[in-house]
């Protein structure tokens, strides 16, 4: 049953295992809830039910976890880090080059959704946690938290770049970029037959926005150093 509204839900782990034995078992569970995922869905998933699939009893479940959100809510941690430190290494490469060979840029964007989608699909039940964090309230902060730390990142990454360009500016099509990258990336992982169409699509829109982002300032410059 989802969480009554207004009802607090613990979303943390009641310990972290540090023992072999207690990891593994940790691990089974984390994998149990990804293999009932896709075969019964986020509201008739219950801890019974991944005990059972990982071949513990309740109670052993209830040493890591206090409810089956904590579960999804580690697994959308998880997911999030990686997906982060994905976006991290690209903005460190060399491929994180914006006003230069449009191109270029589209091939880059496009890969980076394409690394995106393998993170996604590389986490047990990763298609699914990726829509729990969108569409159950109780996931959704995971993503708001966590995408504060990526569009900090890329602000940081632009405005070292273009040190005059408008900071505010930057932000607001970083924010509107990732909702971009959000739904893109679950509908790659999920498989649809629109999904490179919608790859392609989104990667030169995005190379578009930003240049005209970042080189809307040079072009101010200009046009005043003449005028």
Do not use: C
């Given at each position: 049953m989802p969480p009554l509204s207004g009802q607090?839900?613990?979303?943390?782990?009641?310990?972290?295992?540090?023992?072999?034995?207690?990891?593994?078992?940790?691990?089974?569970?984390i994998q149990a809830t990804g293999e009932l995922l896709p075969e019964i869905g986020i509201e008739r998933l219950s801890t019974n039910m991944?005990?059972?699939?990982?071949?513990?009893?309740?109670?052993?479940?209830?040493?890591y976890f206090p409810n089956k959100y904590a579960i999804l809510s580690e697994m959308g941690r998880r997911l999030i880090?990686?997906?982060?430190?994905?976006?991290?290494?690209?903005?460190?490469?060399?491929?994180?080059?914006?006003?230069s060979n449009l191109q270029a840029e589209i091939e880059s964007f496009a890969a980076l959704l394409d690394r995106l989608r393998d993170v996604v699909l590389a986490h047990p039940g990763g298609a699914w946690i990726y829509r729990a964090m969108s569409a159950v309230p109780v996931l959704q902060e995971?993503?708001?938290?966590?995408?504060?730390?990526f569009v900090q990142v890329i602000v940081?990454?632009?405005?070292?770049?273009?040190?005059?360009?408008?900071?505010?500016?930057?932000?607001?099509?970083?924010?509107?970029?990732?909702?971009?990258?959000?739904?893109?990336?679950?509908?790659?992982?999920?498989?649809?037959?629109t999904a490179s169409?919608?790859?392609?699509?989104a990667?030169?829109?995005?190379?578009?926005?930003y240049r005209d982002v970042v080189l809307s300032r040079v072009s101010d410059d200009r046009v005043k150093r003449k005028s």
């Amino acid at each position: 049953m989802p969480p009554l509204s207004g009802q607090p839900i613990e979303l943390d782990p009641k310990v972290t295992p540090l023992q072999d034995r207690a990891r593994a078992t940790y691990e089974q569970i984390i994998q149990a809830t990804g293999e009932l995922l896709p075969e019964i869905g986020i509201e008739r998933l219950s801890t019974n039910m991944i005990a059972e699939r990982a071949g513990l009893t309740p109670p052993a479940l209830y040493r890591y976890f206090p409810n089956k959100y904590a579960i999804l809510s580690e697994m959308g941690r998880r997911l999030i880090t990686a997906e982060n430190q994905t976006i991290a290494e690209w903005v460190q490469s060399e491929e994180f080059a914006i006003g230069s060979n449009l191109q270029a840029e589209i091939e880059s964007f496009a890969a980076l959704l394409d690394r995106l989608r393998d993170v996604v699909l590389a986490h047990p039940g990763g298609a699914w946690i990726y829509r729990a964090m969108s569409a159950v309230p109780v996931l959704q902060e995971i993503r708001r938290r966590a995408s504060k730390d990526f569009v900090q990142v890329i602000v940081d990454a632009v405005a070292d770049d273009f040190p005059k360009v408008d900071p505010d500016r930057v932000r607001g099509a970083v924010l509107l970029t990732a909702i971009v990258n959000h739904a893109v990336t679950e509908t790659m992982a999920d498989d649809f037959p629109t999904a490179s169409l919608l790859r392609r699509e989104a990667a030169i829109m995005m190379s578009i926005y930003y240049r005209d982002v970042v080189l809307s300032r040079v072009s101010d410059d200009r046009v005043k150093r003449k005028s």
